[in-house]
């Protein structure tokens, strides 16, 4: 490597799936930046191959039962994001930046990722894609390389994020076991809004405010019509009144969504609504499991 020549930083992800696009390198601008602006990003996916299953041998004698096939082998993918916009210039600044990476360079990373992600999502009218979580990543890493050096999936330096999940308190990893099991069993339905209250969520996490604010518009009114005729609706009737309450700053933040950018007050109101309608839901959820 020259002494001149530049390093770049990157992410890389190694997810148990094909993502969807071809594989090769995509160039990113920033979601606010003109047509001619330099690029902020390259995307470089790769897929992985996977083993040859093996077919089945074929048995002599008639057994009581055949054996279990193995599994399926499946194609996994390897996504690197550069940051092109900011080089570094030189291999001493780099190390410095990669000690002190970690988590946060990882998630701005896979933001960017989730983003080429959903772009293909909907120039290939695929409903059935879709974004990727830092937990689903079976490998992670960031490091600094010279340019065709990363391109190609190598690097001067780099280092392995292991990721450590938080453990929770047994009370909540059980909570959605048994709200399944009723679910499943008939002895509690689910309910529109909060199909979209999560996909509302989604979108205000990788932002896509505009499109937020109006399916918090719509899960809001599907949750003040489905939660006032649920049987449990005089039990969260307060609950009830703090989200009609709330209806009037939300339709001015999808109607203000219609025609552009929102402003920080609209978002902050999309947001809080959106926590109203899924602290409702929960409590819903709560006194479904209480009953006999």
């Not at 696009?21 to 996977?50: E, I």
Request: hydrophobic content about 45%.
């Amino acid at each position: 490597m020259s002494a001149s020549q530049s390093l770049f930083r990157f992410i890389q992800v190694e997810l148990p799936w094909a993502l969807g696009p071809p594989d090769g390198r995509y160039l990113l601008r920033r979601p606010d930046a003109l047509p001619d602006a330099k690029p902020s990003h390259v995307l470089v996916l790769a897929t992985l191959a996977a083993p040859e299953r093996r077919r089945l041998q074929r048995i002599r004698k008639q057994p009581q039962a055949l054996p279990e096939p193995e599994p399926t082998p499946v194609s996994t993918s390897k996504a690197t994001v550069i940051d092109v916009a900011e080089p570094i210039a030189s291999a001493d600044h780099a190390r410095t930046w990669l000690a002190a990476a970690g988590e946060d360079e990882l998630e701005a990373g896979i933001a960017v990722l989730n983003r080429a992600l959903h772009a293909f999502r909907l120039v290939t009218e695929d409903p059935y894609l879709h974004a990727v979580a830092r937990g689903q990543a079976i490998a992670a890493r960031v490091g600094f390389g010279a340019g065709e050096q990363v391109a190609d999936g190598l690097w001067t330096d780099a280092r392995e994020l292991l990721h450590s999940q938080r453990r929770q308190r047994r009370s909540r990893v059980l909570a959605p076991q048994a709200r399944l099991a009723a679910v499943l069993g008939g002895r509690e339905s689910v309910l529109a809004c909060e199909e979209l209250a999560l996909r509302a969520q989604l979108d205000l996490e990788h932002g896509r405010d505009r499109v937020a604010a109006l399916q918090v518009l719509v899960a809001l009114d599907a949750a003040l019509a489905e939660l006032a005729a649920d049987p449990v609706a005089d039990a969260i009737g307060d609950r009830l009144e703090e989200l009609r309450a709330q209806r009037d700053a939300v339709t001015s933040a999808a109607q203000a969504a219609l025609a552009g950018p929102l402003e920080d007050e609209q978002r902050s109101s999309v947001l809080f609504t959106l926590s109203r309608i899924v602290a409702a839901l929960r409590a819903r959820a709560a006194l479904y499991s209480r009953a006999p």
